[in-house]
């Protein structure tokens, strides 16, 4: 019973995306509000949806277990995670429950999932992430001042560098360190923006 009781302790269950799925459900039963478009697709694009918030999600879990030291607890981080998941965003459960919560309403094809996802990510975002971000800048100090820097924080790039992580205004631009590094020379272009 012990390991049951550890395995809901771990699991990533953010109250705001678990309300808003079920009332999806619940305002789709009582006041009707239909996605409009082939059922077909619908389904489709939701099972997708629903499909990557789940596999994104226990990529992160499993990233994150495998960095723990001793008992993994998921509140409780030991070290800052920083590849896996962790590389592309700096919450990718949040993400993944995102996509799950977009999935089943998208599934359902209710309208009503436009209201309930913005909602519930913005409790989460201010009662969630950002005391979570707090938290884990006192613990990890100058390390997450660095990751924030490189990571973004849900989905998209840091504001300020490109692709890679470079400052904007590098002169070696993604397509040119890309060039740079598969021949082992630079571009034509990148020796003219160096002479420049």
Same mark, same amino acid.
């Given at each position: ?9 771990? $699991?990533? !269950?953010? %109250? *705001?995306?678990? &309300?808003?799925? +079920? @009332?999806?459900?619940? #305002? ?11 059922? $077909?697709? !619908?389904? %489709? *694009?939701?099972? &997708?949806?629903? +499909? @990557?918030?789940?596999? #994104? ?140």
């Amino acid at each position: 019973m012990t390991g049951l009781i550890g395995l809901f302790e771990n $699991l990533p !269950l953010p %109250a *705001g995306q678990i &309300v808003g799925a +079920a @009332a999806v459900v619940v #305002l789709e039963r009582i006041r009707p509000a239909h996605l409009r478009g082939p059922r $077909l697709l !619908l389904r %489709a *694009g939701g099972a &997708v949806a629903l +499909a @990557a918030g789940c596999a #994104l999600n226990v990529w992160a879990l499993v990233e994150r277990r495998r960095r723990a030291v001793g008992e993994f607890q998921l509140e409780h981080p030991q070290s800052l995670v920083t590849t896996g998941p962790y590389a592309f965003s700096r919450h990718p459960m949040y993400v993944g429950w995102w996509l799950i919560h977009l999935g089943v309403g998208v599934l359902r094809r209710s309208a009503w999932v436009a209201a309930t996802l913005p909602a519930a990510a913005l409790v989460e975002h201010l009662g969630g992430v950002l005391v979570e971000e707090r938290t884990l800048e006192r613990q990890f100090g100058d390390d997450w001042a660095r990751y924030r820097e490189h990571v973004p924080r849900y989905v998209g790039r840091v504001p300020g560098h490109d692709a890679l992580g470079a400052p904007e205004g590098d002169a070696r631009t993604l397509s040119t360190r890309t060039a740079a590094s598969t021949t082992g020379r630079r571009s034509p272009r990148a020796r003219r923006r160096r002479a420049s």
